[in-house]
C-alpha cells in the first residue's frame, strides 16, 4: 500500500482521528498538546497517529489535506482543520457535539 492510501485507510477507519507530533500521552509540541486537551475533555476515544515516527505520512497528509500544519483533526473522513480551529470549536462546544455524534455513528 503507498502512503496515500495508508492515510486514506486511516482516515476510512476512524471515525475520528488527530495527526499530531508525539502521542496524547506525550505530546511533542503546544499546539498538539492543546487539541489532545481538547479532546480528553471532550470524554470520546480517538485515534491518533504520531507523525514524528512516520516522515512519509507527515509530508503527504499536507498534500492531501491541503494543509501545512499539524495537529489535523479528521472526523467522520472531513478534515476540521488545526490547533486555532479545534479550539475554537472547543470552547464553543461545538468539538463535543461533532465528535459525540461521529462516535455515536460509529457504535
Do not use: H
Not at 10 to 15: C, H, L, M, P, V
Not at 30 to 35: K, L, P, T, Y
Not at 49 to 74: D, G
Amino acid at each position: 500500500m503507498d502512503v496515500l492510501e495508508v492515510i486514506k485507510d486511516q482516515i476510512g477507519k476512524n471515525a475520528v482521528i488527530l495527526y499530531m507530533k508525539g502521542t496524547p500521552q506525550f505530546p511533542q509540541c503546544g499546539f498538539s498538546a492543546q487539541v489532545v486537551e481538547a479532546m480528553t475533555a471532550v470524554g470520546k476515544p480517538f485515534a491518533y497517529v504520531n507523525i514524528l515516527e512516520a516522515p512519509e505520512i507527515r509530508q503527504t497528509l499536507k498534500e492531501y489535506a491541503n494543509w501545512p500544519t499539524y495537529p489535523q483533526l479528521w472526523v467522520k473522513g472531513e478534515l476540521v482543520g488545526g490547533c486555532d480551529i479545534i479550539m475554537d470549536m472547543y470552547r464553543a462546544g461545538q468539538l463535543k457535539t461533532l465528535v459525540e455524534e461521529a462516535a455515536a455513528e460509529a457504535e
